[in-house]
């Protein structure tokens, strides 16, 4: 039993405990697969037969006669094990800490990855190499894919198949899957994700006799397939949007955005802003900003791809299509726009009673297939308005268009002169939105739509409101007949968690979830169920959103400092 918090190593890995060990052969002749071995200090989590030690690790190897000359560890932590005992059998250890969760692994990674493999391989050609990731299927399986292309003049498809034959099911993360295709091949040849295996699905992860089962926990499969449904429909209280469930289409519409963005990568091209800290807010008086609410609302991409195309891409890179929307192109009430792309965010306004969904257009990347997304803020704003709100307005008003038939509002969204800060953080303004704000969007003028975080693209909230979105793990300790629990928070491309929160009755419905928290006096505090979001913010981001609370930009700062910055 443990006695005290120093003396507990951390809750074993998600869905570690019925994860398969190692792979059933060498994948390519060369690497030989497993997940994380756990150091004896995990041991009061486990039971006997279910214990992987790293030199029962070694010794399951002899089994497929082969000797190991170098150890890959993948994992984002040093927690799981000491990897000290591999010298002494001269087997070379190197760490390449690589993001779970989903996240990109970078180019820079795979090549260091390709590196190291590499010169191994050349000065010992008989010897193999371990690699592992936390559970050993999807980062493992992109790394060792992309060895097998790059290095050994595979197929890209062959590799993936090579992989799942030595671990089945594979790699059975579809956007690593669509990853690998992009890079090496045609990504519409990318194949169907296998169903997530049993042991990953299954919300049972150890019968540790200290730790006590949460309250609350699903049957095997169903809370996931429920959660599946829910994320995939669309914001609540807007109708005539619905998932688009022809894959190939969704894929076809996926790649059009991202080409459409100059994006490499397979998530969600849209441009992200920085939270605002001392430091960056010097941006605003070296460059001209306008500046914007920041509305509480949900965020789409919107394809307008001709009559009866009209999709949103949202953060997830789901792909909704829209019906009865509309898009007429100029004066031509018989002709619509298409090779068109905006970004926005729907808010539901509140009007006398009534609910009204409206989407905000704040920016364009593509109109009519030209890149308007590479001019200035102040052109894409007139681009908005004059060919994309205004036409719209016209074919209304001469009946062409029914405004009811639509399943909501588009409006072009304001943005002002910085020295309008003051007046948008005014309650006389904030009581005029029928929505809710909460803060502020600074826009440099002069630079081109970016993809991703944008350094320059400033955010700006009170401390209270700065917040993170976290997956939260609840972990029961039994300490000496007492139960605690712990609400662990974990964020993207880190093992251990990056913050705690008091556990309470109503919080362990979210146990698993991803929630959004504030952080105030001096600990974390549950705001909200993020529904839509699949992974928490990544560890990067998190740290700067703690930076801007811990050392905030408040409003009287920011006011100041703008009131400096527009000064002759």
Same mark, same amino acid.
């Given at each position: 039993m443990f006695r005290n918090r120093r003396n507990w190593p951390g809750k074993i890995p998600h869905h570690w405990l019925d994860c398969p060990e190692t792979s059933s052969s060498l994948v390519g002749g060369k690497f030989l697969v497993f997940k994380t071995p756990l150091d004896p200090k995990f041991d009061d989590q486990l039971p006997n @037969? &279910?214990?992987?030690?790293? &030199? +029962? %690790? /070694?010794r399951s190897m002899e089994s497929l006669r082969v000797k190991i000359g170098l150890w890959i560890d993948l994992t984002y932590t040093n927690r799981y094990y000491d990897p000290g005992f591999l010298k002494e059998r001269e087997i070379r250890y190197y760490k390449l800490a690589s993001p779970g969760g989903g996240e990109t692994i970078s180019p820079a990674l795979v090549k260091t990855f390709n590196q190291v493999c590499d010169a191994f391989i050349e000065k010992n050609p008989l010897k193999a190499v371990v690699v592992h990731c936390t559970h050993g299927f999807n980062r493992t399986g992109f790394f060792v894919c992309c060895y097998l292309v790059e290095k050994c003049d595979w197929v890209v498809g062959e590799a993936v198949a090579s992989f799942a034959k030595a671990r089945p099911p594979g790699i059975y993360r579809e956007e690593y899957l669509q990853e690998l295709f992009l890079r090496y091949g045609d990504v519409k040849d990318t194949p169907s994700a296998p169903p997530m295996p049993d042991w990953c699905t299954s919300s049972t992860n150890t019968p540790n006799p200290h730790h006590v089962a949460s309250h609350k926990r $699903? !049957?095997? #499969? /169903?809370? $996931? %397939? @429920? %959660?599946a449904e829910k994320k995939s429909e669309f914001l609540e209280g807007v109708s005539g949007v619905t998932p688009l469930r022809n894959r190939q289409k969704c894929i076809r519409i996926q790649r059009k955005v991202q @080409?459409?963005? %100059?994006?490499?990568r397979r998530w969600f091209p849209g441009t992200y802003p920085v939270s605002m800290d001392r430091e960056n807010i010097s941006l605003l008086s070296t460059a001209p900003y306008k500046v914007s609410w920041k509305a509480d609302g949900t965020r789409y991409m919107m394809l307008i791809d001709g009559i009866h195309e009209i999709y949103f891409v949202d953060q997830e890179n789901r792909v909704f299509s829209v019906k009865n929307l509309f898009f007429p192109k100029g004066k031509e009430s018989n002709r619509y726009i298409s090779d +068109?792309? *905006?970004d926005g965010e729907m808010v539901i306004d509140e009007l006398k009673g009534k609910k009204i969904p409206r989407y905000l257009i704040f920016d364009i990347i593509c109109f009519e297939g030209n890149r308007v997304g590479q001019m200035d803020y102040d052109t894409r704003l007139t681009y908005i308005r004059r060919e994309i709100v205004e036409p719209r307005q016209a074919a209304? +008003?001469?009946g062409i268009t029914d405004k009811g038939q639509e399943p909501f509002e588009i409006q072009a969204k304001d943005f002002y002169d910085l020295s309008e800060a003051k007046r948008l953080l005014g309650s006389e303004f904030l009581s005029s939105l029928a929505h809710q704000s909460? #803060? !502020?969007v600074f826009q440099p003028v002069k630079e081109p739509y970016t993809p991703g975080a944008c350094k320059s693209l400033l955010k700006w909230k009170p401390a209270s409101a700065n917040? *993170? =979105?976290?997956?939260? +793990? /609840? *972990? =029961?300790?039994? &300490?000496g007949g007492l139960v605690k629990s712990r609400g662990l928070l974990f964020v993207g491309g880190k093992d251990e968690p990056f913050g705690e929160m008091e556990v309470t009755l109503t919080l362990r419905q979210y146990d698993n979830k991803i929630i959004e928290c504030k952080f105030q006096n001096q600990q974390w505090v549950f705001m909200r169920e993020r529904i839509n979001r699949s992974f928490p913010n990544s560890f990067k981001t998190a740290k700067k959103v703690f930076k801007s609370i811990s050392n905030p930009v408040t409003e009287a700062y920011l006011l100041n400092y703008i009131d400096q910055a527009c000064s002759p």
């Open positions: @037969e &279910k214990r992987f030690h790293p &030199k +029962t %690790a /070694i $699903n !049957l095997p #499969g /169903i809370q $996931n %397939a @429920e %959660a @080409e459409m963005c %100059a994006w490499k +068109t792309l *905006v209304m +008003t001469a909460d #803060g !502020l917040s *993170v =979105d976290f997956r939260l +793990t /609840i *972990v =029961d300790e039994r &300490k």
